[in-house]
């Protein structure tokens, strides 16, 4: 059982509730020592909190079993002329100015391709970080479950798109459908301030 131990604004890093199923859990932690267990956001607001982190698991020397799991779901941002995700290079970052080897990141992420980005922030291949995609997780899929016959004869709208949060990506796909004047065939859902 890992100890938590106080982040940086008295926030547990640590202590958080995962994405990943009991299944994947069990099978990443009977493959590897785990040598810490993280989810992006926890940290992606403070990197001072994960550099603390990991200088307090940091080894004189790490096997080729040991890894921190960090669960990258959902989460990273974007910028035109920035090849990476911010998130992914401030962690990239963080392990390098901590001194730990990149090769002990395991990132469990729903982000297909995201190795493109790896490969941009990776000197040296031999210290390449272990890739888990998956598109399974607790909050995509759930146990319980009933069958449901749909009468498919009373469907209006061929298409249902649910924007959530505001971001840009998002708003462009507005305008997209907007500007195509599919607006009266695709629901849109988007919750926003200036809806």
Not at 49 to 77: A, G, M, P, W
């Amino acid at each position: 059982m890992m100890q938590h131990r106080e982040g940086l604004g008295n926030e547990r890093i640590d202590q958080f509730k995962s994405h990943m199923t009991e299944n994947y859990k069990s099978m990443l932690y009977e493959k590897y020592n785990i040598v810490g267990h993280l989810e992006f956001k926890q940290f992606d607001h403070n990197f001072l909190s994960l550099e603390e982190y990991l200088q307090n698991r940091k080894k004189e020397t790490f096997s080729v079993r040991d890894r921190f799991i960090i669960e990258h779901i959902d989460t990273d941002y974007y910028v035109d002329g920035f090849p990476y995700g911010f998130n992914l290079y401030n962690l990239f970052t963080a392990f390098k100015k901590v001194d730990i080897p990149l090769f002990t990141i395991l990132l469990f992420t729903n982000h297909f391709g995201i190795e493109e980005e790896v490969n941009g922030l990776i000197e040296d291949r031999r210290d390449f970080p272990t890739i888990v995609y998956s598109f399974v997780t607790k909050t995509h899929y759930s146990t319980k479950y009933s069958h449901c016959d749909i009468d498919t004869s009373s469907i209006t709208m061929p298409a249902v798109c649910m924007l959530g949060k505001p971001r840009s990506h998002r708003n462009a796909l507005y305008c997209y459908f907007e500007a195509q004047d599919l607006l009266d065939r695709v629901a849109v859902s988007m919750r926003s301030k200036h809806e």
